[in-house]
């Protein structure tokens, strides 16, 4: 079986594991990381994206060998409890979830589109998270907290 070296929340990783395996499955099983979650398992709702060096990918079907040599960024990496990214802020503050399932895919398409746009309009931002799917309902909230968050950190 090959082995891939790999970036993990800014941490080098050496993992074995056959080229095509998702992902998705390494950083949850192999890695226990329990961020990304398994939703459709055909890159369609969202609930499993994660960085890829500066892009928001699906892990579910986006395999190994597609990110040897790279960093990713699970939601586990955008900051702690003790540091909280801001998006993670902003999500707290304006109670932008519900059941929480989706919340992690949607912080990591939030934090690509932030990297990209400094001060995103509420249409960007309904653009980037149109591959999110929330069944609660709470897009609205998520909107604006992301807003709050991108003024915050914009210069």
């Excluded at 949850?28 to 979650?37: C, K, M, N, V």
């Amino acid at each position: 079986m090959p082995t891939y070296a790999l970036e993990i929340n800014g941490t080098p990783r050496t993992v074995t594991a056959e080229a095509d395996i998702p992902l998705l499955s390494i950083l949850r099983q192999d890695l226990g990381l329990s961020g990304p979650r398994f939703g459709c398992g055909a890159g369609a709702c969202g609930a499993c994206r994660v960085l890829v060096g500066t892009e928001s990918v699906a892990a579910c079907d986006t395999p190994l060998w597609a990110v040897a040599g790279k960093a990713v960024t699970t939601v586990e990496g955008l900051g702690s409890e003790e540091d909280p990214h801001p998006l993670q802020r902003a999500f707290l503050k304006h109670q932008a979830m519900q059941c929480g399932y989706c919340v992690s895919g949607i912080l990591i398409s939030a934090a690509a589109l932030l990297r990209r746009v400094a001060r995103p309009s509420e249409a960007e931002i309904r653009a980037a998270l149109d591959r999110n799917l929330c069944r609660c309902g709470a897009h609205n909230r998520m909107v604006r907290a992301i807003l709050a968050a991108s003024a915050e950190m914009a210069p």
